[in-house]
């Protein structure tokens, strides 16, 4: 089986300045939001970060590569899930053994937010909400408090929290960030492909990041 390599980059453009200008902090990990910059420029700008996200994910598609479970797993009972921050690709199989996915994700701006090791999922939403972890707020202390459900939502469409406290694979409404270190922590993944996901893992679906 195939498994789903969906490389293209789309191009979603928020309705409203604000929400650029949020997408944009988060993205970049920045401590300001850039805010009151002209349209031309937020245009000419987007364009070159698709055009720099696009060629990231090209230069990627080298370390795109399937494996197989037995170097990093006794045995796939729950099903697994294995996260490589190298390749910033997700891999999963079934309890079984019938199905194999491989996904393209986000993963930790840095070195010091990028944990690795062994949890499992303990919580799957639909629609999740979000806030901001202490130290994130510390370091961007004028991002909201609070996201509802929907297409501001940094967690995208679905959120599967991990055993540690704070760490979620998620879905992401910035496409851009997708075959990037952009995150502050959690693994992100195309709506879509979170979505797929999110339907085959169980809670206790054992997770390795590497």
């Known amino acids: 089986m195939n498994p789903p390599m969906e490389f293209t980059v789309k191009n979603q453009k928020p309705a409203m300045l604000s929400r650029r200008a949020f997408n944009r902090s988060l993205l970049a990990g920045a401590g300001t939001l850039a805010v009151g910059l002209p349209a031309t420029a937020w245009a000419e700008d987007e364009i070159e970060m698709e055009h720099d996200v696009t060629e990231t994910v090209k230069h990627n598609l080298s370390s795109f590569s ?3 479970w037995q170097p990093y797993f006794d045995n796939l009972r729950n099903g697994a899930i294995l996260v490589d921050t190298t390749s910033r690709a997700l891999h999963y199989w079934s309890s079984d053994e019938s199905l194999y996915k491989l996904y393209p994700t986000s993963v930790p701006v840095s070195e010091e937010l990028t944990r690795r090791g062994r949890t499992s999922i303990v919580q799957k939403v639909v629609g999740p909400e979000w806030r901001p972890t202490p130290a994130m707020k510390r370091r961007n202390p004028e991002w909201p408090d609070y996201v509802g459900p929907g297409e501001d939502n940094p967690l995208g469409t679905h959120a599967m929290y991990l055993g540690w406290q ?19 922590g959690c693994i992100g993944l195309y709506n879509e492909h979170i979505a797929e996901l999110f339907e085959l893992a169980k809670v206790g ?5 590497i």
């Open 205 to 209: 679906t054992q997770v390795l990041l």
């Open 66 to 68: 399937s494996k197989t």
């Open 166 to 184: 704070y760490y979620r694979i998620h879905g992401t409404n910035d496409t851009r960030k997708i075959g990037r270190r952009s995150s502050n």
